[in-house]
């Protein structure tokens, strides 16, 4: 799904990363990162097994340059509707 069709709570989550993925980033690894993002920070527990979200957002991690501790959680469980 593109951008512009995730709620905003997810663009905004985005939004807060957009400035820290390396220099040199391609725009073929933007995109997976943002399909990464959406397979693993969109997908709620059930839709695919554990161990694909988690590979997702491993891989999100490593494109986008940035740590677990670095993430905006609390963004994400508001988005998500956990909080």
Do not use: C, K
């Not at 989550?13 to 220099?23: K, R, S």
């Not at 990464?36 to 988690?54: D, Q, R, S």
């Not at 494109?63 to 469980?77: P, Q, T």
């Amino acid at each position: 799904m593109a951008y512009e069709d995730w709620m905003p709570e997810f663009q905004d989550v985005w939004d807060n990363l957009a400035g820290e993925y390396p220099a040199g980033t391609s725009q073929e690894e933007m995109a997976w990162a943002e399909y990464m993002f959406e397979v693993g920070f969109m997908t709620y527990a059930g839709e695919l097994p554990p161990h694909e979200i988690e590979y997702a957002r491993e891989e999100f991690f490593a494109v986008a340059g940035i740590s677990r501790d670095e993430f905006d959680w609390e963004g994400w469980r508001e988005a998500m509707g956990y909080e």
